[in-house]
């Protein structure tokens, strides 16, 4: 009788975990969602000179995106990844680029930041 009972509060315990599974904060947004809405600025992480409207629209769109702390995070690595992996890309202009497009950003953009720290 008592391993029945014991068994009985294992698989409630299971169906309680699996059920609040969907509530657990995972990142929505995606690296391609990142790389996507930023395209439009990549020559000018590069090259400097006057930002393009696209690219502010793809700043907004991606700060509207990242609304709740685990899509920050993830977008901040994903921010940091993308301009790894691109030649070129000049920090400071990276760093400058919410403020040109008057966008608030809760972080910096920076291969420093640690994204794991980001609200």
Same mark, same amino acid.
């Given at each position: $009788?008592?391993?029945?009972?014991?068994? +009985?509060?294992?698989?409630?315990?299971?169906?309680?975990?699996?059920?609040?599974?969907?509530?657990?904060?995972? /990142?929505?947004? %995606?690296?391609? !969602?990142?790389?996507?809405?930023?395209?439009?600025?990549?020559?000018?992480? #590069?090259?400097?000179?006057?930002?393009?409207?696209?690219?502010?629209?793809?700043?907004?769109?991606?700060?509207? $995106?990242?609304? %709740? %702390?685990?899509?920050? !995070?993830? /977008?901040? #690595? +994903?921010? !940091?990844?993308?301009?790894?992996? $691109? @030649?070129?890309?000049? @920090?400071?202009? /990276?760093?400058?680029?919410?403020?040109?497009?008057?966008?608030?950003?809760?972080?910096?953009?920076?291969?420093? %930041?640690? +994204?794991?720290?980001?609200?």
């Amino acid at each position: $009788m008592a391993i029945v009972k014991v068994a +009985c509060v294992v698989v409630m315990a299971c169906m309680v975990v699996v059920a609040l599974a969907p509530f657990h904060a995972e /990142a929505a947004i %995606t690296c391609n !969602q990142v790389r996507g809405s930023l395209a439009p600025c990549i020559n000018y992480l #590069r090259n400097g000179g006057a930002v393009p409207g696209n690219c502010c629209n793809g700043v907004r769109s991606l700060s509207n $995106m990242a609304k %709740t %702390t685990p899509d920050r !995070q993830n /977008a901040c #690595r +994903c921010l !940091q990844s993308a301009a790894a992996s $691109m @030649p070129g890309i000049k @920090p400071i202009l /990276a760093a400058g680029l919410p403020g040109k497009c008057s966008v608030n950003i809760p972080y910096k953009i920076s291969p420093s %930041t640690e +994204c794991s720290k980001v609200n």
